[in-house]
């Protein structure tokens, strides 16, 4: 049993984008967040990404996922076991596939394993029962934003937006009594952000990423790509609703025979627009955006959205004085407590799930 009143709880998160395993220490009692505690990063080499990379899109069973599982499991247990105590973790996993309306979702790692490595009981497979019980499993850290709209002091509506392979946004109305009362927070997934750019500039360039959106700066975006990139039927769809890091392929051919500056400025633009559709879906506007996730550091990336989405102060986290690179791994810390104590993780306005629900299975060591 989890102690009585706030513990520290260790999250980990490894994003679509493959740049490695984030981990970061709450202090939380499940519902308030106290305090942030150490945190940190173990990169995944090009190898490790080359045997992920192959599982992507892929179900268990395929002979793929299994060596896929085992460079995510021992890369978490080693940046992990760095760490001193904490009451539980919160493991994310690796998602491989996404098709909540199909298979499901499928996040490659046991818990089990880190369980009986690190000592700990390790909370993990946060997504399953939310997608079983007709929801899209998809995004899960509406209510740690909720938690983190309070610490922060705000008082009005904001959104927390999150740029890594996937967008995705949450809008907060602090004012709420808690994160599952109705009208305190609606989410969805926005569109792909990173995903797409780095695939092109790793093909093309044999670069990560666009370091900065440096490239996309020297190129000229194609207004005919981005018109039909928005005419996708999945944004005339109401959220809340998710994506798979794939489900949008054909966005990479449409700038096939562009030159590599236009191509990605192009896929830049892309992803801001969808996020400024997003925030037509949002109960009342919001006058500041707050952004997290590898893409706050594309300074294109964000001008654009700047410039998509007048009237709202468009920022990086850091300025409400939160770690943009650890919201996500911290997230799972906050859900890891929230799962151990009987709370809900996600509702019908964060996944469209039909009821309240706690996901996540714990597994605890020897067992």
Not at 183 to 208: E, K, S
Not at 341 to 351: D, K, N, V
């Amino acid at each position: 049993m989890l102690k009585a009143g706030p513990v520290w709880a260790l999250g980990a998160m490894s994003g679509t984008s493959l740049d490695g395993v984030d981990a970061a220490l709450v202090l939380t009692d499940g519902e308030r967040i106290l305090d942030f505690g150490e945190s940190g990063y173990r990169p995944y080499d090009e190898d490790e990404r080359a045997v992920i990379r192959a599982a992507f899109g892929l179900w268990p069973g395929a002979a793929e996922v299994e060596p896929a599982a085992e460079v995510v499991e021992t890369a978490h247990a080693e940046l992990l076991s760095q760490f001193g105590s904490a009451a539980l973790v919160g493991f994310h996993g690796q998602t491989l596939a996404h098709d909540p309306g199909g298979p499901g979702t499928h996040q490659a790692g046991d818990g089990a394993v880190l369980a009986e490595v690190l000592g700990v009981p390790v909370v993990w497979d946060f997504r399953s029962a939310d997608v079983a019980l007709g929801g899209q499993g998809a995004p899960l850290v509406p209510f740690f934003h909720f938690a983190l709209a309070r610490r922060i002091g705000a008082t009005e509506p904001l959104a927390f937006l999150n740029l890594g392979g996937v967008g995705n946004v949450t809008w907060v109305d602090p004012t709420q009594p808690g994160p599952e009362a109705e009208g305190a927070c609606l989410a969805f997934d926005t569109g792909p952000a990173n995903a797409p750019i780095d695939d092109l500039v790793q093909a093309r360039t044999g670069q990560p990423r666009d370091e900065g959106g440096v490239l996309a700066a020297s190129g000229r975006w194609q207004r005919q790509i981005v018109d039909g990139f928005l005419a996708h039927r999945y944004f005339l769809r109401m959220p809340p609703k998710s994506l798979d890091r794939n489900d949008f392929h054909d966005l990479i051919a449409a700038v096939a025979d562009l030159p590599d500056a236009d191509a990605v400025a192009t896929l830049t633009r892309a992803a801001a627009a969808a996020v400024a559709r997003g925030a037509e879906h949002f109960p009342r506007p919001v006058t500041r955006l707050l952004v997290g996730g590898g893409g706050r550091h594309n300074a294109t990336l964000m001008a654009y959205l700047s410039d998509l989405m007048p009237g709202c102060t468009v920022e990086p986290v850091e300025a409400a004085g939160l770690d943009g690179d650890m919201l996500e791994a911290q997230a799972f810390a906050y859900l890891a407590v929230r799962v151990a104590r009987g709370l809900p993780t996600s509702g019908p306005s964060t996944t469209g799930v039909p009821a309240l629900v706690g996901g996540g299975r714990i597994s605890r060591p020897g067992e």
